[in-house]
């Protein structure tokens, strides 16, 4: 059985700027609005690890797999390093970058004009 969702507005579009995040809360959850390669994402703002209010963490890229003594950088802005423990998560998938099984809670997100709304 689904269960109906609400769709509740969070921010706005001029508010989370062009390369930003927003802590909102919802419902009485707090839940980071980020902005990544041109669309919009919702996490809550809990660590899977240690319940870390992981939204407030840097936004930075990544060590990309490469050979022996050779070390690429990459998916610049596109990574979430939680501030306690360090585990890191892409933004746009929500997934661990090393156990693949371990994610942040997702919502959806919808854009109409200069509203983000979030459905939960
Ligand atoms: S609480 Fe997030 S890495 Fe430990």
Not at 12 to 17: A, F, N, P, S
Request: glycine fraction near 12%.
């Amino acid at each position: 059985m689904n269960k109906v969702k609400s769709r509740i507005k969070a921010v706005t579009v001029e508010e989370l700027g062009v390369i930003g995040r927003k802590i909102v809360t919802l419902k009485g959850i707090e839940i980071g609005i980020f902005f990544v390669n041109g669309s919009y994402y919702a996490w809550r703002n809990l660590c899977p690890h240690a319940a870390a209010p992981v939204c407030e963490g840097v936004v930075c890229g990544t060590r990309l797999p490469s050979l022996v003594y050779q070390y690429e950088y990459g998916r610049d802005q596109e990574i979430l390093r939680c501030p306690w423990h360090g585990w890191e998560f892409g933004l746009t998938d929500g997934k661990h970058l090393v156990e693949g099984g371990v994610k942040l809670r997702g919502y959806e997100v919808e854009v109409e004009g200069n509203d983000i709304y979030v459905l939960m």
